[in-house]
């Protein structure tokens, strides 16, 4: 049997308690997320060059793509992310179609699972290959590469309200229940990690998973 067939057995089984654990971790996750926007108001200079690009991309969001053939860059990135998923799963990807009008679909190898599903309606897949090139940029760059993670935070936004709706094949075959339990906390994590990692780079992102594990336990009472 395929390893691809024998993690979408199991990702069948998880599927359930998956959902109920993410949505249990939403008031934890909410509350690191305030905290994180409490520090940005004390320091908000530190993320102009972020806001700038966010900016930017709203405006040519709102100006050429919402209503354009332009929002197949949105669609690529979403059929991206599928075959991301698909491929981290084990499985073979053999087609990956985007259309100017008809929005697109990726092929693969065996059942699939509901991951490779519902992941482009919370992965950030163009603001994580930012943060991955800000790696190898000089230092003197920040403020440019900033730029850039606020245009990719607002691209993902954007994309992400765009296409999530109960209507949306991708959300009706794992389910509107599931789609809720688990994109709820799902965004608000990714979300406030690009914030974060924008506000003080990994040190921010440490410190926000670190709030967001101590509200969860204090809230449990683990």
């Known amino acids: 049997m395929p390893v691809s067939d024998l993690i979408d057995r199991y990702m069948a089984i998880i599927k359930w308690p998956v959902a109920i654990v993410v949505a249990a971790m939403l008031p934890g996750a909410s509350m690191a997320f305030l905290h994180l ?19 930017i991309w709203l405006g040519v969001w709102l100006l050429f ?38 929005g697109g679909q990726i092929t693969i190898v065996g ?30 760059y920040r403020g440019i590469g900033q730029a850039i993670l606020g245009f990719s935070f607002t691209w993902h936004v954007t994309g992400t309200i765009y296409e999530t709706r109960f209507s949306q094949p991708d959300i009706r075959q794992v389910g509107w229940l599931f789609s809720v339990l688990l994109l709820s906390t799902a965004n608000v994590v990714a979300l406030a990690s690009i914030l974060s990692f924008a506000h003080q780079g990994m040190n921010g992102l440490s410190d926000f998973f670190a709030q967001m594990a101590r509200h969860t336990l204090e809230l449990y009472r683990f």
Request: aromatic share 14%; glycine share 6%.
């Open 111 to 140: 059942r699939g699972n509901w991951l490779i599903t519902i992941a482009p309606y919370f992965w950030p897949t163009a603001s994580l290959l930012v943060i991955l090139a800000t790696w190898f940029w000089p230092p003197g």
């Open 37 to 55: 926007l409490s520090q940005i108001a004390v320091r908000p200079q530190s993320l102009l060059p972020f806001l700038m690009g966010g900016l």
């Open 65 to 102: 793509v919402r209503h354009s053939r332009l929002s197949f860059l949105l669609t690529f990135e979403h059929e991206l992310t599928h075959a991301i998923f698909a491929w981290l799963t084990f499985h073979r990807v053999v087609g990956l179609r985007v259309t100017l009008t008809k």
